[in-house]
């Protein structure tokens, strides 16, 4: 199955870019900012209550997005979340 080794491979590829980040301290949006992201996941969420799936997870990270856009990384990458979960925002 080629298609799950392509996804596979794309997901290993931004989780280490973001890793990178994290280490670093520093969250360039070098793929997308955390406010393009955060319209993602408003629509996943809401795309998940019309379809009637339990929508309690991508509404917490929602929620932890929405957090750090409004503390200034509205313009950082996903990585900065970090931030949110280390307490700092």
Avoid: C
């Avoid at 793929?31 to 408003?42: C, I, N, R, V």
């Avoid at 929620?63 to 996903?78: C, K, M, P, Q």
């Amino acid at each position: 199955m080629e298609i799950p080794n392509q996804w596979l491979s794309s997901v290993t590829g931004f989780v280490s870019a973001y890793a990178e980040q994290i280490d670093r301290g520093a969250y360039p949006a070098e793929d997308a900012t955390l406010e393009t992201h955060l319209a993602t996941m408003k629509y996943l969420v809401w795309e998940s209550a019309a379809a009637g799936v339990d929508t309690d997870w991508p509404t917490r990270v929602q929620a932890l997005a929405e957090r750090a856009v409004a503390a200034g990384h509205a313009g950082t990458s996903y990585a900065s979340l970090i931030e949110v979960f280390r307490g700092r925002v």
